[in-house]
């Protein structure tokens, strides 16, 4: 099993910036891919981004390419998601999640394991 703990929502103005937390226990940190998604209010959950150590792959929405970026801290196992040049439409629910026994990826279906989500709010 994996726990997730997600950490470091909150609300900020359009055009600001947030930093998300997950860290995870159980399984080999690493060993699986990771991913971030989100969920506004009245809409599915959505795949944010995911991360793929055993590639070195990573696979960024359109909606949030060039201004979200993931990264990890393996030492800590943590993975990260900064966030920039926020908009309102970022507002969501963000959720981390692990692909321990799943085969795609990318497939939100696929994600196993996910955290307790953390809000974020980003007013205009």
């Known amino acids: 099993q994996v726990q997730l703990v997600e950490s470091g929502g909150g609300s900020v103005q359009a055009g600001g910036s947030l930093r998300l937390s997950c860290a995870a226990s159980?399984?080999?940190?690493?060993?699986?891919?990771m991913g971030w998604f989100r969920q506004a209010p009245g809409k599915d959950r959505e795949f944010v981004v995911a991360?793929?150590?055993?590639?070195?792959?990573?696979y960024y929405a359109d909606s949030v390419k060039g201004r979200f970026t993931i990264s990890s801290d393996n030492a800590k196992n943590t993975v990260y998601l900064q966030m920039n040049s926020l908009k309102p439409e970022d507002t969501a629910i963000y959720y981390c999640?692990?692909?321990?026994?799943?085969?795609?990826?990318?497939?939100?279906?696929?994600?196993?394991?996910w955290g307790q989500g953390t809000q974020v709010t980003v007013s205009s």
């Open positions: 999640a692990a692909n321990v026994y799943g085969s795609n990826w990318l497939d939100i279906v696929e994600y196993d394991y």
């Open positions: 159980g399984r080999t940190f690493g060993t699986y891919p």
């Open positions: 991360i793929r150590w055993s590639t070195a792959s990573t």
